[in-house]
């Protein structure tokens, strides 16, 4: 994983105002629809979680001060990976012993969030082995990959996969260069799989400007849809409503909070659903939550231990 990279090109973009915004809708129905969430207002905010540093819990620490609500809707963990396997020649999902200890323990780490009714996503990230979302060499082997995760959302009890189409490299190990079909065969392939689960698109990458192919443009196939630079205001540019959209992201206590205030004014100003934020870790950051809560849904942050 190359997360300490991620995180400097996010903080490249502070000073920026952006943020992608997805809603959550009533149209995604997904695993932890069972435990509804206390009531609260739209935008629909979402955390990514560094798991190779701080724990998922975080995510259900955080509360209004005003009417109990969670403050986050999605959590993602940040990140398995899509590997290149050099004897078979196919991608492979590959998690790191962190990602695997999460999973491993879902029980303590995931189901909590999701009794909150919290949706736990997984994100899905290049390795720098060449293998990508973008360069499947048939469509049977995009749809061998797509079963790959949806296998992993049975087998663990997630709320769905996020992909993020970043460090892949793509004509590592003899691998292919990005083609049109192959994001469009996996997507479609996906959702065929788990039609009531969240797929989420971070928006950067060959993968996110090929979603169309012989016809099928998979755009709606998608819940959300966010922008990837921290710090600025970008709307992805897929033909979704801006219900499922986010552009603007933040980082938690790396983006000022006068920066996160700004963007999530202008989130609710403009009518987007969905609030990104990346880099939750294991302290009170209830200053930092709280200066875009206050925009989003009229209330303080409050931070449970």
């Keep these: 994983m190359c997360t300490p990279v991620r995180s400097r090109v996010r903080r490249a973009a502070l000073v920026l105002s952006a943020v992608v915004a997805l809603a959550f809708g009533a149209t995604a129905t997904t695993g932890a629809a069972a435990f509804p969430a206390p009531a609260k207002q739209r935008p629909t905010s979402v955390a990514y979680v560094e798991v190779n540093n701080n724990s998922m819990l975080n995510v259900g620490k955080y509360t209004l001060a ?56 997984l994100s899905v990230l290049g390795n720098h082995q060449g293998a990508g979302f973008a360069n499947f060499p048939s469509q049977s082997a995009a749809s061998a990959f797509a079963k790959q995760l949806s296998d992993t959302v049975g087998k663990y009890g997630l709320d769905g996969i996020d992909f993020d189409d970043e460090y892949a490299e793509y004509g590592n190990n003899g691998t292919g260069q990005p083609n049109d079909s192959s994001f469009v065969h996996l997507v479609t392939a996906l959702r065929a799989n788990m039609p009531d689960k969240i797929i989420s698109l971070y928006n950067i990458g060959p993968a996110a400007s090929r979603l169309s192919y012989g016809g099928v443009d998979v755009s709606s196939k998608f819940d959300y849809a966010w922008n990837p630079y921290y710090g600025t205001w970008q709307v992805p540019g897929i033909a979704l409503p801006k219900s499922k959209l986010s552009p603007a992201a933040v980082e938690i206590g790396g983006t000022s909070q006068s920066a996160v205030a700004d963007l999530a004014r202008r989130t609710v100003g403009e009518g987007y659903g969905v609030f ?6 294991g302290a009170d950051r209830s200053a930092d939550v709280s200066a875009f809560t206050k925009e989003l849904y009229g209330s303080d942050a409050v931070y449970t231990p």
């Design 66 to 121: 005003n009417g109990g609500g969670n403050v986050f809707d999605v959590a993602v963990i940040f990140a398995a990976n899509i590997n290149y396997d050099t004897n078979t020649k196919a991608a492979q999902l590959y998690f790191n012993e962190n990602v695997q200890r999460v999973l491993d323990n879902a029980a303590t780490e995931i189901r909590p969030l999701q009794q909150k009714g919290i949706h736990v996503v």
């Design 276 to 281: 990104l934020t990346y880099n939750l870790d």
